[in-house]
């Protein structure tokens, strides 16, 4: 199933506001674009540095840039496309913040 990315306006903001990060997000969209995703396996086959957010959270965190960045989607396999819900954005040190101190709440909020 091909991908369709939700809010990416988001992405785009983010990078007008980071221009550092154009490059290795334009990247990411190019592989997005090509895609073919059956199950959550296939995004970690696709981007083998992205990690699924404990079980049944149907959320993804894709490491981009050489880890400079990360991007939390909520992803949704319909019937013949995968939904990415842009939840957050931001560098690997915001991520590593944003994670100690949600360390008391469940993840999966995001």
């Excluded at 785009?12 to 997005?32: A, G, H, L, M």
């Excluded at 992205?50 to 959270?57: E, K, R, Y």
């Excluded at 990415?84 to 915001?94: M, R």
Aim: with cysteine; charged share 25%.
């Amino acid at each position: 199933m091909k991908a369709h990315l939700i809010k990416k306006q988001t992405v785009e903001d983010y990078v007008k506001t980071n221009v550092q990060s154009r490059v290795p997000f334009e990247i990411w969209f190019s592989v997005i674009r090509r895609i073919e995703w059956n199950e959550p396996n296939d995004i970690i086959s696709t981007f083998n540095s992205a990690d699924i957010l404990g079980n049944g959270s149907e959320r993804v965190v894709f490491n981009i840039g050489g880890n400079k960045y990360r991007m939390i989607c909520r992803y949704h396999f319909g019937n013949n496309r995968v939904h990415l819900f842009v939840k957050w954005i931001g560098t690997h040190a915001q991520y590593t913040k944003l994670c100690n101190e949600k360390k008391q709440y469940d993840v999966r909020a995001f």
